[in-house]
């Protein structure tokens, strides 16, 4: 079922006049310079953008590799095995693993 959605904003737009035109300004500037960077950067932008982000964020799983951030104190989340289950198997279940 086709449908349309308007969506009016009541504010002005909150945009900044000033800043407005400086980033009209800059985009215009890239424009007739013929680097507009979008969709793909410029080697030496790229080159520009190496190293300049945290990631993977300290937290993450990836964090520390690759010479990333090292956790002051390791987590681990199991410690081995943990105790022998109580109980009997389950009906129809020897309660063995393909390893016993």
């Known amino acids: 079922m086709p449908a349309q959605v308007l969506h009016v904003a009541r504010d002005g737009g909150g945009i900044d006049p000033d800043r ?6 800059t985009v215009a500037a890239w424009r007739a310079e013929g680097s507009l960077p979008f969709p793909e950067f410029a ?3 790229l080159a520009g ?3 300049t982000l945290d990631y993977p964020p300290l937290g993450s799983p990836d964090a520390g590799t690759a010479g990333h951030y090292l956790a002051a ?3 681990t989340l199991s ?3 943990g105790p022998e289950p109580r109980g009997k ?3 129809g279940h020897s309660g ?4 016993d």
């Open 20 to 25: 407005k035109a400086a980033s009209e300004a």
């Open 43 to 45: 080697p030496e932008a």
């Open 49 to 51: 953008l190496d190293d």
């Open 73 to 75: 104190t390791p987590q």
């Open 79 to 81: 410690q081995g095995p």
């Open 89 to 91: 198997p389950a009906e």
């Open 96 to 99: 063995k693993t393909p390893a």
